[in-house]
């Protein structure tokens, strides 16, 4: 018990410096979750080692990625970013894959690396739970641009996710995981048209009183759904993340509008005011920097996949 205090005392101290250390009037301001991570390897035991990130604190850092991509979803906003920032979403994407599979075969020719398959799905992956909060952070998240960003962090991260599921497993249990990731997808939407389409006014009534009580009753249903969407997820052989981001979309929809914004502002201080830091913390924390540098040849590699990963980004910023 003491020692599982002593760690979370230290991601909390981590996580209430880390925002300081972003608003010091310095030439390069880094965005507070890098800051976070390269805080949470500095604590972590590959480098000071004033702490570890197991057992309870590793799961409430799972929490925490569940919580940061259900509210990424609880951003989603279907009539800014469908049409336009979709269409080059999705052609942006198809781009970086195109130019991912080309460079990952060019280098497993020349002998650069064997992974081929698992680093083109890499270099086409982006993180739209990094995206979020800078995004919030700078004030874009609402803008034309922060609109396009956000359809781009969209493909990005669910793309890759559906290439694995297809390329990934066996041939004997592809068809059984497509099978499963529709199953999802047809509960998640069935959720979302109820929740849209069926709003008893007794139910929104109980809902909008039990804001103003102790009993906080709208945020425990979006935890019952967050959790709920998670579980199944997990249960169907999925990512997590898909029930998170679904879970956020599902509040989204059924919520959306200024009556939706005091469970916004209630949900928004759970994740990013508790479970979201944590999550980025102990993510530096579990970086084995000792790894990275144990191999001399994996380190002079890096270069290259940092020049391809710019690239990526400058073609999506084009198109």
């Not at 849209?196 to 945020?219: D, E, H, K």
Request: aromatic share 6%.
């Amino acid at each position: 018990m003491r020692a599982n205090l002593v760690a979370l005392l230290i991601i909390a101290a981590v996580a209430v410096i880390a925002p300081v250390v972003a608003e010091l009037p310095l030439r390069r301001r880094l965005p507070v979750v890098v800051i976070e991570i390269g805080l949470g390897i500095a604590v972590g035991p590959h480098v000071l080692g004033l702490t570890t990130a197991e057992g309870p604190l590793g799961f409430l850092g799972v929490l925490g990625l569940a919580f940061l991509f259900f509210l990424s979803g609880l951003e989603i906003d279907f009539a800014r970013i469908r049409g336009r920032p979709l269409r080059l979403a999705s052609m942006g994407w198809a781009l970086s894959l195109a130019l991912a599979t080309a460079f990952a075969v060019l280098l497993h020719l020349a002998g650069f690396l064997r992974a081929t398959l698992l680093v083109t799905i890499a270099l086409c992956t982006t993180s739209l739970g990094i995206l979020m909060p800078i995004l919030r952070d700078s004030g874009e998240l609402e803008t034309q641009f922060g609109s396009m960003v956000l359809a781009a962090g969209a493909v990005g991260e669910f793309g890759p996710i559906v290439l694995i599921s297809l390329l990934l497993t066996g041939d004997s249990s592809r068809t059984v995981h497509v099978i499963l990731l529709g199953v999802f997808a047809t509960v998640a939407i069935a959720a979302a048209v109820i929740a849209v389409r069926y709003q008893p006014p007794a139910v929104v009534s109980i809902l909008g009183r039990g804001m103003n009580f102790t009993s906080q009753l709208p945020v425990r249903v979006s935890l019952l759904i967050l959790i709920g969407l998670v579980y199944l997820a997990q249960e169907l052989g999925l990512d997590l993340i898909l029930g998170a981001f679904a879970a956020g979309m599902l509040v989204g929809l059924a919520t959306k509008g200024h009556p939706g914004a005091p469970l916004r502002e209630r949900l928004d201080g759970i994740g990013f005011g508790f479970l979201v830091p944590i999550f980025f913390v102990t993510s530096g924390i579990h970086f084995d920097v000792h790894a990275l540098l144990a191999s001399t040849s994996s380190l002079l590699r890096l270069p290259v996949f940092l020049a391809e990963g710019v690239r990526k980004l400058y073609l999506r910023s084009v198109n």
